[in-house]
């Protein structure tokens, strides 16, 4: 009896069906009829029982690198879009916020050793009196506007925070009617000269204390002359002015 005869009848005893052939008993002549027969061997069918999952855990793998993949380009393309907004912001705000370089050096330190330089000698103060001699009224108008918020300039002109100023060259100090002055200028027996019109002018605060004028001051001499020329023509008879010294 052939090998392949006995395992058959094996098979048959049993009641089931072999599940592969031995290969040691099995000549070539047996293993044409297993094959024809469709006995398969046990080598076959493990290499076909393992393929299955060993493609599907390929194409997990496959799966889990291609979202790496899609995640570092996420990444990566993220951080390219963060540089390139900074560079575009850093280019942006340099042309708005461009600091022009100065022509010259505000001062000049000395070097060491040298002698300090000497500090810039103060320009002479023009008196009132010369001011006045080339003092414009139509620029002093101009410049009176800003006192217009407390002040009225015309003939018979209400009050306001202050007097009304028509006249005011000359006239006696606190002498208006129907405005409340302050003690201070109260105190100011006579009348209001172009001196103490431009001190008023320069630094009402200072030059009378306890003045109700909360006025800042015109600092420049020039524009306190072109007011005080303006003022002068606010007058049916206006006053003289100063001598030239």
């Given at each position: ?35 024809i ?53 850093h280019?942006v705000s ?5 600091t ?38 139509d ?63 320069e630094?009402?605060?200072k ?18 002359a ?11 008879n206006p ?7």
């Amino acid at each position: 009896m052939g090998a392949f005869e006995r395992i058959a009848r094996g098979s048959t005893q049993f009641g089931k069906k072999d599940s592969g052939c031995d290969l040691a008993e099995l000549t070539k002549a047996d293993t044409a009829k297993c094959r024809i027969s469709h006995c398969q061997f046990r080598p076959k069918q493990l290499s076909n029982a393992r393929l299955p999952r060993l493609t599907a855990h390929a194409e997990t793998a496959m799966g889990r690198a291609r979202s790496m993949v899609r995640e570092i380009n996420k990444f990566l393309g993220a951080l390219f879009a963060c540089l390139l907004m900074v560079v575009v912001f850093h280019l942006v705000s340099g042309y708005i916020f461009t600091t022009p370089t100065p022509v010259m050096a505000g001062y000049v330190l000395p070097a060491d050793g040298a002698a300090p330089v000497a500090a810039a000698k103060a320009e002479p103060e023009v008196p009132l009196s010369q001011l006045l001699a080339s003092a414009s009224a139509d620029k002093g108008k101009s410049i009176a506007k800003q006192c217009a918020s407390c002040h009225t300039f015309d003939k018979g002109g209400k009050n306001g925070v202050g007097p009304n100023l028509w006249g005011i060259i000359g006239r006696k100090a606190a002498s208006h009617e129907g405005f409340a002055y302050s003690d201070a200028v109260k105190s100011k027996s006579d009348n209001w000269t172009y001196d103490d019109v431009a001190h008023m002018m320069e630094a009402p605060a200072k030059y009378m204390k306890g003045t109700k004028m909360t006025f800042a001051g015109l600092k420049s001499a020039k524009d306190r002359a072109d007011v005080l020329a303006y003022l002068r023509t606010l007058s049916d008879n206006p006053a003289p002015l100063p001598a030239a010294k």
